[in-house]
């Protein structure tokens, strides 16, 4: 029965990957005219960056139409050491580019799917207020290109993913990212910000098996994962992907939860959260231990760095920490403070 389901999935996936194959035009057909929605004549390209970064704050601009071009891109790469799994992704990373615009923001998104892709794919960000977050319109077969626009109405951190059948196995394969809507004025100044997804991986080999491993779908639908990881590698934020900060520094974490099917219990040892922005809202909760991250949702948390050290990222649901590698580190250079802390 599960067998069936996944084949008539896939079968619908390829169907409508021939009919968009056969009439390539129907990708501008609903395309905006973004000359006129500017809200104040101007625009600008998002400048996108690899994850862990993030692009630089919004701040007090105003309002205008920011155009964002994201790529999904099939590639094989590192879960682990010694393990390659063939992701899926937007821009070639697991999490996608961190997008980051405004309230009023006009953004004119563009979808392209690469040409040496196997499968369709499309792009449903929960930051938007339409059918299927942008999904309808944006589904693109290998080598075309679709364009939408939304206007930013909400301000949060957003989840976005792709919504093709069947839409668990390509988010599953690494297909998701945050999109940040700040809101007016921008958010508080901070020293250092990062961004950081969990996912949960689905292997036909056990944890730590070695060569390329392909997804099983019966551990999806079981919600059975052999690896929890930040950023799409048990070693992302480790090492020389270790994240750095100073004794005195403000730093924010941008966290999402792709899923597709896991709870996240996000913690940092050794850290209290000053502030966290509830499920990635306006609302904002203080001096909090562990916050709870929903599949496809989103928190931004925040804290003082005042004593050095190495502090683990961790799921506090711990043996996804230390059996299924959803760990991390952040590094806090400076002066000692045994004002605070001290071993005796």
Not at 219 to 225: L, N, Q, R, S, T
């Given at each position: 029965?599960?067998?069936?389901?996944?084949?008539?999935?896939?079968?619908?996936?390829?169907?409508?990957?021939?009919?968009?194959?056969?009439?390539?035009?129907?990708?501008?057909?609903?395309?905006?005219?973004?000359?006129k929605?500017?809200?104040?004549?101007?625009?600008?390209?998002?400048?996108?960056?690899?994850?862990?970064?993030?692009?630089?704050?919004?701040?007090?601009?105003?309002?205008?139409?920011?155009?964002v071009?994201?790529?999904?891109?099939?590639?094989?790469?590192?879960?682990?050491?010694?393990?390659?799994?063939?992701?899926?992704?937007?821009?070639?990373?697991?999490?996608?580019?961190?997008?980051?615009?405004?309230?009023?923001?006009?953004?004119?998104?563009h979808?392209?799917?690469?040409?040496?892709?196997?499968?369709?794919h499309?792009?449903?960000?929960?930051?938007?207020?339409?059918?299927?977050?942008?999904?309808?319109?944006?589904?693109?077969?290998?080598?075309?290109?679709?364009?939408?626009?939304?206007?930013?109405?909400?301000?949060?951190?957003?989840?976005?993913?792709?919504?093709?059948?069947?839409?668990?196995?390509?988010?599953?394969?690494?297909?998701?990212?945050?999109?940040?809507?700040?809101?007016?004025?921008g958010?508080?100044?901070?020293?250092?910000?990062?961004?950081?997804?969990?996912?949960?991986?689905?292997?036909?080999?056990?944890?730590?098996?070695?060569?390329l491993?392909?997804?099983?779908?019966?551990?999806?639908i079981?919600?059975?994962?052999?690896?929890v990881?930040?950023?799409?590698?048990?070693?992302?934020?480790?090492?020389?992907?270790?994240?750095?900060?100073?004794?005195?520094?403000?730093?924010?974490?941008?966290?999402?939860?792709?899923?597709?099917?896991?709870?996240?219990?996000?913690?940092?040892?050794?850290?209290?959260?000053?502030?966290?922005?509830?499920?990635?809202?306006?609302k904002?909760?203080?001096?909090?231990?562990?916050?709870?991250?929903?599949?496809g949702?989103?928190?931004?948390?925040?804290?003082?760095?005042t004593?050095?050290?190495?502090?683990?990222?961790?799921?506090?649901?711990?043996?996804?920490?230390?059996?299924?590698?959803?760990?991390?580190?952040?590094?806090?250079t400076?002066?000692?403070?045994?004002?605070?802390?001290?071993?005796?």
């Amino acid at each position: 029965m599960k067998k069936s389901i996944f084949i008539t999935a896939v079968l619908s996936a390829f169907i409508s990957m021939n009919s968009c194959k056969q009439n390539p035009s129907a990708a501008t057909d609903k395309t905006v005219d973004t000359e006129k929605i500017a809200t104040d004549g101007s625009s600008e390209e998002q400048k996108l960056v690899a994850p862990p970064y993030v692009p630089a704050p919004v701040g007090e601009r105003a309002a205008k139409k920011v155009i964002v071009r994201l790529e999904t891109i099939e590639k094989v790469g590192e879960l682990a050491d010694g393990t390659q799994y063939n992701f899926w992704t937007f821009n070639g990373t697991v999490p996608g580019s961190f997008i980051r615009a405004r309230v009023g923001d006009e953004i004119e998104l563009h979808l392209k799917n690469n040409e040496n892709s196997n499968f369709p794919h499309n792009i449903d960000l929960h930051a938007v207020n339409g059918p299927g977050g942008g999904a309808e319109a944006t589904f693109v077969a290998p080598g075309t290109e679709k364009v939408f626009n939304f206007k930013a109405l909400n301000p949060g951190l957003y989840v976005y993913h792709c919504a093709t059948a069947p839409v668990g196995m390509h988010i599953a394969n690494g297909m998701y990212g945050l999109i940040l809507i700040e809101p007016e004025g921008g958010l508080p100044k901070v020293d250092k910000e990062f961004y950081i997804m969990q996912g949960d991986f689905y292997t036909k080999g056990k944890f730590g098996d070695k060569g390329l491993q392909e997804f099983d779908m019966d551990k999806a639908i079981a919600e059975h994962p052999e690896y929890v990881v930040f950023n799409g590698h048990t070693g992302a934020l480790l090492g020389k992907g270790e994240l750095q900060a100073k004794v005195g520094e403000t730093v924010r974490f941008y966290v999402g939860n792709g899923g597709p099917n896991l709870t996240s219990s996000f913690h940092v040892i050794g850290e209290i959260f000053d502030k966290v922005y509830i499920e990635g809202g306006s609302k904002i909760n203080e001096d909090v231990q562990t916050t709870l991250i929903p599949p496809g949702g989103a928190t931004i948390v925040e804290f003082k760095a005042t004593v050095p050290g190495e502090y683990v990222i961790v799921d506090h649901a711990i043996f996804r920490a230390f059996n299924k590698g959803a760990l991390g580190k952040i590094k806090v250079t400076g002066p000692e403070n045994p004002a605070i802390y001290k071993k005796n």
